[in-house]
Every structure is written in C-alpha cells, then in structure tokens.
C-alpha cells in the first residue's frame, strides 16, 4: 500500500477521498514534529505552573472552577476519556473513523493542540495498521466537539475500549498489542485535544459527501436516459438558456445533459412532427433543478474541507508567543449548516427522480404503454414500483428538516447552544441510500421505455447504460418479482458502474470544485 503524505492545514478533497477509501497509509511532513514540540512545551509549561489554566488544571465544561493538583493532572485526562465514552447505538463505519483517526492527526500536528508527538504518532499508527475503533454513532451534540464519539475512539488507542475486527468487536487492548501498538499514555490536556473537536461530525459529512458523488452521477445519467424514453426535448439544454441566468451548476448540468444526449436517434426522430410544445418540468427543468443541488454541493465540499484542516480542540496554544486561548472552535455550527444543505440538496435529487418515474407510467404524458407493461390490466407492470420511489421521497422530506436549528442547552447551561451536527451528517447515510433506490426504480422504468421506442437508438453514452442494466436485469415483458431487480439496478447507481458512463464523457466541468 502507497504512503501518502499530509501537510497539516493543507488537505485536499482528493487525499481526504484516498483516507476514507483506506487505500493508502498516512504520514505527515517532517516540518510538523517543530510545531508540535513548541506547542507541548507551553503545555508542560503550564502544567507546572501555578496559574489555572482550563482543561490543563482545572476540571471542564461547568468544572472549569474546580482546581486539579499536579499529582492528578495525569488522571484528571484519563478520568476524562472513561467519563465522556457515554456513546448509543450502532458502530460508526470503518470509513468514517477512517477519516477521524487522519482529520484529529492532522489537526494537532498543526501544533495548536500542546500534545506531544507520541499522540500523533499513535493515531497514524492505528489508522496505519487498518485498525478501527469502535465508536458509537450516538451521543454528540456537536458541541463542545464531537466528545463521546472522539471519546470512544480515544479510549481503543488507551487499549481500554474496543476495536472493530471483521465487524466483530474485541479488546482494544489485545488488538493493540496484536499490531505491535504500545497504548498511548496522557499527559496534561491531552485528552482534551483529543475529544474536544468536529472530527466526527466532519467525517460524517465528507462520507456523506463522497459516498453521494456516484449516485449524483448516476441521477444525470438516469435523468438523461428518462428524456430519450419520453422522448423529451433536448432543447431545455440550450447553453444560450443557462448562460442568461449565469448559475454556475445549472450551466454544468444542461452541458451534462447535452454530452449524455449527444447522437441519439430517438431524438432525431421526433425533431418534426411532434404536437408537444413543452415537456413536464422534471424532464426539461433538470438543469435548474439539480444544477441548483450541484452549487450546495460544491459549497458544502468547500466548507468540509477547511474543517478537515482546522484546529477545533480547546483552548489553543500559540507557540509564538506563548499563549493558551480558550474559544469556541469546537462549535460545529460551519458543519451542521453544510449538512443541513446537502441533506436538501440529496432530498431534491431524489425529488425530481420520483417526478421522472411518475411522468413516464402516466400514458397521457408519456405516451408510452400505461404502467411501461404491454398488457395493462392483467399486469401492473410498474405501478407499485413507483409507489415505493414515492414513499422514499416523501421520507426523505422529513429527513431533510434542519437538524441545525433545533439546540438543546447541555453542561448545566454552560454549552447553551449546540450545533446538533453529528445527527445532521449522520442522516445523509439513510437520505443517499433513499435517493439511490428511487434511482434504481428510474432506470429500470426508463430502460423499459427506451425498449418501446425499438429500433429507435439513444445516444452512444445512453445505450451503454441501457446495456450496463440488461447485464443484470432482463427486460420486464411480464409481471415478475421485481424486488431483487430494483437491489441490482441501486447497486448499479452506488458502486460506481453508471458513474463510468457519466466519467467517459468527453471534456465535461469537473462535478465537485477542487477545494
């Protein structure tokens, strides 16, 4: 496996992508172990001081008046891991503590943090031996940093909590000394930097983020091929149309939808003679509509990114002029507001899909056999398969309700007002997985269309994906026990092999902005 190396403050989408992929191993430059040294010795400075200094000598949250002896410092860090591991639910997924053990690596080697350089080197390792610590997906308010989950995963590197092996989960401590890890032993306010950040919520979010880019790229093909089945207009597509309005993603989209078009003869063949004026807004509106999307996206990608490099424990340490500050970095307001937008965006995608699926099974706007069956009435054909597309849209739209805006007042009123990010990335698992099924509907209903327009072609790009779905699912003469169909058309939207049309397509906008 290739070592790839960070620069503390300067990751990229791409190396963020490589993490939670875990198809590489992680270091950091050579540069960064200055700043941590410099950092760690305000600390220790602090530490053998007389001057309170929270979370170095003092208890935490609404403890902060409480004064630590010397004698206890040690304890004070470990006390405060086993207190905070209070985490519910479900184990978070290997890629998303993927991303936790990098981003709080990164993070405190940018030497803001005073925690000596065993801290990083002891995530690096564990990330580095393909190691997961179990951490619960429940418990965090996004503020004052992600603390149980950060907690959980402090406690595997302390060899007191759990990892995950094979999905099954073990002694942290036995699978440290498996790995040749030595568990990590805290000092003064090291604990601290490790829990009190947005590591958690940031990595929920950039799996979201990333774990949508197949299926958005999925959703422009579908939507693409969904037109030819109607045989809908290509003119919404016009670049003259999007330029007037100057929104950058709806500019891409239609240039998408032109490219996905390009060559069909299905289109050719409606170009005269055709009575329609105009097609239904989720066929000729795509562009505004998941071009809109696009933008949110890409400013989501944007804000993620600075968070994957920001320092976000508490307080911090300016080693320039030594000086320890406590703030609010660990608030993940910038988090939850991106979340909360991708989460509309994802929703929206999964909106128009439905639309798409509606319009072609309604003859009267298809024109294509009722239901895409040829003998309506003793078949359903796809009548039900769309009601499940709308049940999922119509749960998407309560998922998307802003998570960021509903605060609850914790530590005795001290933290009163919190981000509520961790749900609101957490959420989009289920959300993209909605999308993703509603899309699977749209290609096999779309497909079925395109087959009733024979021996009319589609584009070269369009007739590559009719023939990537009929690899799996034949096509639906007949009523049949359609279920396991719809899984392998949605495994086509989620792993990537409709995005390989999307990705052929010549000299396209990149989907996601480099941050």
């Known amino acids: 496996m290739s070592m790839l190396t ?95 053990l990098a981003l709080k690596a990164a993070s405190l080697a940018r030497g803001a943090s005073g925690v000596r350089q065993v801290v990083v080197d002891t995530l690096l390792a564990v990330f580095n031996a393909g190691l997961v ?62 829990i009190n950040g947005t590591q958690t919520s940031a990595a929920l979010a950039l799996h979201a ?79 505004q509509v998941v071009g809109a999307c696009l933008d949110q996206l890409r400013h989501a990608s944007l804000v993620l990114v600075r968070e994957a490099n920001a320092v976000t424990d508490n307080p911090l340490v300016f080693a320039n002029d030594g000086a320890m500050i406590s703030g609010g970095n660990f608030h993940a307001e910038p988090v939850a507001l991106a979340a909360d937008a991708m989460a509309v965006a994802i929703a929206e995608v999964g909106a128009i899909a439905e639309r798409r699926i509606a319009m072609l099974i309604d003859t009267s706007v298809s024109r294509l056999p009722a239901f895409l069956t040829s003998n309506a009435g003793l078949n359903s054909g796809f009548m039900i398969a769309h009601v499940t597309a709308a049940s999922l849209a119509s749960e998407n739209k309560s998922l998307a309700h802003p998570a960021s805006v509903d605060s609850l007042p914790t530590s005795a009123n001290q933290e009163d007002h919190v981000s509520m990010a961790t749900f609101a990335a957490r959420r989009l698992q289920p959300m993209i997985a909605n999308v993703a099924h509603i899309l699977g509907i749209e290609l096999l209903a779309a497909a079925q269309g395109i087959e009733f327009l024979r021996p009319l072609r589609s584009s070269p790009a369009l007739e590559q994906a009719h023939e990537l779905l009929r690899a799996q699912v034949s096509s639906i003469d007949v009523d049949r026990y359609l279920a396991p169909e719809i899984e392998r058309a949605t495994e086509l939207v989620t792993n990537g092999t409709l995005s390989s049309v999307f990705r052929a397509l010549p000299q396209m906008p990149r989907l996601w902005i480099p941050a």
């Open 6 to 100: 960070l620069t503390p403050g300067q990751l990229t989408l791409e190396q963020l992508q490589v993490i939670h992929a875990g198809a590489a191993k992680i270091s950091l430059v050579e540069s960064s172990r200055d700043d941590i040294a410099a950092s760690a010795a305000i600390v220790q400075a602090a530490a053998a001081g007389d001057a309170p200094v929270y979370g170095v000598n003092t208890g935490f949250g609404k403890l902060a008046n409480q004064r630590i002896s010397a004698a206890d410092l040690a304890t004070l860090q470990l006390n405060l891991i086993r207190s905070h591991s209070v985490g519910v639910g479900e184990p978070l997924s290997p890629p998303v503590v993927r991303l936790m």
């Open 133 to 194: 610590p179990c951490v619960p997906s429940q418990g965090s308010v996004g503020a004052s940093g992600d603390l149980a989950p950060l907690s959980h995963m402090t406690l595997a590197l302390l060899g007191e909590g759990e990892m995950l092996v094979n999905g099954q989960r073990k002694p942290a401590a036995a699978v440290l000394a498996e790995a040749g890890i030595a568990p990590l032993t805290l000092e003064a306010k090291e604990g601290l930097a490790l």
């Open 209 to 287: 983020f990333l774990s949508f880019e197949p299926v958005l790229e999925s959703a422009l093909v579908v939507g693409a091929l969904t037109v030819d089945a109607a045989r809908g207009s290509d003119g919404p597509f016009d670049p003259r149309i999007h330029a007037l309005r100057g929104q950058p993603g709806q500019i891409d989209v239609a240039q998408y939808y032109r490219a996905l078009l390009s060559g069909s003869a299905i289109r050719k063949s409606h170009e005269e003679g055709d009575d329609r004026v105009q097609d239904p807004y989720c066929l000729r509106c795509q562009p």
